[in-house]
């Protein structure tokens, strides 16, 4: 029976039962005793396994299809009716024609299932964040996992209340053939449709989908800003807490900078870090000129490769009860284990695939991009002001990627439009052959290559107009945590200790630290960098050189830069042409 009497919401899910044909149309409370018989559901037929309640408490575990194991770029669209509004960095398609090719694959996509209308919100329901969505899925797994990564509930038909307000979505697993795995985005309508995924960049609509590709250009028309990056409260001896934003591209630490761990030296003396959200922030303009953050997400979908005890600890900590494992290896005792988890991978386990494994085998175990699905409310160093409606007030942007070179351990842009600049040419150095050449520069703006839903200079120009709504703007910052010497190694020891690099930061944002300034931005002096207990690791000439600034090395740059920008051809804002002039003005 429907929950609502809104017509708006009506008529879209009749239609939408219409086209798939479900056998039952389930109106969903997200009450947990719901909830517990969906996971009752789905270990009976298979799509979970209830794993070691005295170990893992309310934990799953699911093996998705072979097939269906990460986000899918080339198959993920913007449909504006102008092809120019999508940008270069976007596959676009007319709005029509991706119906109708939609249409005849979800056409009797969901004979013999049931549909399931997910009623969600991303932010803290009735908050000036908040934003309204319903996702009607064929998936069982889709429906738990929205219920842990976000607010999902009745309580959104109150809000709501006759609003045609709200983000449709329509997902289905149909038959999970990959040439006809579609992720499409329909910006002026507000709506998604993804078929022939359950994974969960695909196919939890909140995430990437609505929360980034549609919330952007909610953003872009209303004035506020949606954006791939962590939100951090750092909390100093004396109890002041300053919050910050960071925006990294994949494999640069991002989710160990939001649960980050002080080092010891701080920690005795009073230091703090409390995790406001490890993925995504919703940026608005205040009533007192500042700029505040929420986390609009209520979970955190994390790779588990790789996260132990020692890489984040606070990360492991939160997936030890209502969590759901997707692809790691299934132990004996109804536990997980991955990759980098410890140096003991089990015997007589279970791979992802759902085959007998053997760590001798040289085959992983867990698939590279397996996953878990954990409250943020398990987190030990989650914020109290996690579910403040307000949100957190911003001091800063800090920008980052991984570079072996040129770019210095930390640095302040010179104003927001050249900030705004910093965040347009950031991006990340490959690491592995398998992913291309060693080396090879991938520019990643702000992080968000693959997520804006529009025109990426158009993007840019929303930044740079967003200045003149904040009247006390957040200061702008770049770091690097992987400059190397020239045998490769790590100059700087990264994780708990990039805090070191914070404090500077924080000193910019309330006027007591110093800088030099230099044509890319001010960089620390470096006795302004505390190495306090951390003398045997970096000495003060590998200090200078982490924060060196050579003109040789930013000649490269400014050719790279160049190239990236001329994709973007008359678009391109004049504020940024004008920093990139600067700059080589400087390079000659």
Not at 9 to 38: H, I, M, N, S, Y
Not at 126 to 146: Q, R
Request: with cysteine; proline share 7%.
């Amino acid at each position: 029976m429907a929950l609502t009497t809104n017509k708006h919401v009506l008529d879209w899910v009749q239609r939408c039962a219409d086209l798939c044909k479900p056998d039952e149309v389930v109106w969903l409370t997200g009450d947990e005793a719901e909830l517990e018989a969906l996971r009752k559901e789905a270990v009976a037929d298979g799509t979970l396994i209830k794993l070691n309640e005295e170990k893992l408490p309310g934990c799953y575990y699911h093996h998705s299809n072979p097939n269906d194991v990460a986000r899918v770029e080339g198959r993920t669209f913007i449909c504006c009716r102008n092809e120019a509004d999508a940008g270069p960095t976007n596959n676009w398609m007319a709005p029509d024609e991706m119906k109708a090719k939609l249409r005849d694959i979800y056409k009797g996509s969901m004979i013999g299932r049931k549909m399931y209308v997910v009623p969600y919100s991303m932010s803290v329901m009735g908050s000036p964040f908040a934003k309204y969505g319903f996702e009607l899925t064929d998936s069982i797994y889709v429906v738990l996992n929205m219920a842990i990564m976000t607010r999902m509930g009745k309580e959104v038909y109150d809000h709501l209340g006759d609003s045609p307000d709200f983000i449709k979505g329509l997902h289905s697993s149909a038959d999970m053939d990959p040439d006809k795995r579609y992720i499409a985005h329909f910006p002026e309508e507000n709506y998604i449709m993804t078929v022939n995924s359950a994974y969960g960049g695909n196919a939890l609509q909140g995430k990437k989908c609505f929360a980034l590709r549609i919330a952007s250009n909610l953003g872009r028309a209303e004035g506020w800003l949606a954006e791939h990056m962590l939100i951090l409260g750092i909390e100093k001896p004396n109890g002041e807490i300053t919050y910050v934003c960071a925006a990294f591209p994949s494999a640069c630490g991002k989710t160990n900078l939001a649960m980050l761990i002080p080092p010891e030296v701080y920690r005795k003396k009073g230091w703090k870090c409390w995790t406001v959200g490890d993925d995504i922030a919703w940026l608005r303009p205040g009533p007192d000129g500042r700029l505040w953050a929420v986390n609009p997400e209520n979970g955190f979908f994390g790779v588990a490769p790789g996260t132990s005890m020692k890489s984040n600890p606070n990360a492991l900590e939160s997936t030890k009860k209502g969590t759901i494992f997707t692809n790691v290896v299934l132990k004996p005792d109804g536990t997980v284990w991955w990759e980098g988890m410890d140096k003991n991978p089990p015997t007589d386990a279970v791979d992802w695939k759902g085959n007998p494994w053997d760590p001798a085998s040289g085959v992983k175990g867990a698939h590279p991009n397996s996953r878990f699905t954990a409250p943020a409310k398990n987190c030990p160093c989650i914020s109290p002001k996690f579910d403040d409606p307000q949100g957190v007030p911003i001091s800063a942007i800090i920008f980052g990627g991984r570079r072996a070179g040129t770019v210095p351990l930390v640095y302040q842009s010179k104003s927001w439009a050249h900030g705004v600049f910093v965040g347009s040419v950031m991006g990340s150095e490959k690491t592995a052959a398998a992913e291309g050449q060693v080396g090879e520069l991938r520019r990643d703006p702000m992080a968000m290559l693959p997520f804006c839903g529009y025109h990426m200079a158009d993007y840019w120009q929303h930044w740079l107009d967003m200045e003149k709504k904040i009247a006390d703007p957040p200061k702008i910052f770049n770091v690097n945590w992987f400059r190397t010497d020239d045998k490769s190694n790590f100059l700087w020891p990264g994780f708990g200790e990039n805090l070191r690099a914070l404090e500077w930061v924080l000193g910019r944002c309330d006027g007591t630290a110093d800088a030099v300034e230099t044509p890319i931005g001010y960089v620390p002096k470096a006795e302004d960098i505390c190495l306090e207990g951390l003398e045997d690791e970096v000495s003060p000439e590998t200090l200078k050189e982490l924060l060196r600034v050579d003109p040789a090395q930013w000649k490269g740059e400014v050719a790279d830069i160049k190239a990236h920008y001329a994709k973007f051809g008359d678009k391109l804002p004049q504020e940024l042409a004008d920093c990139l002039a600067a700059l080589e003005k400087w390079v000659g």
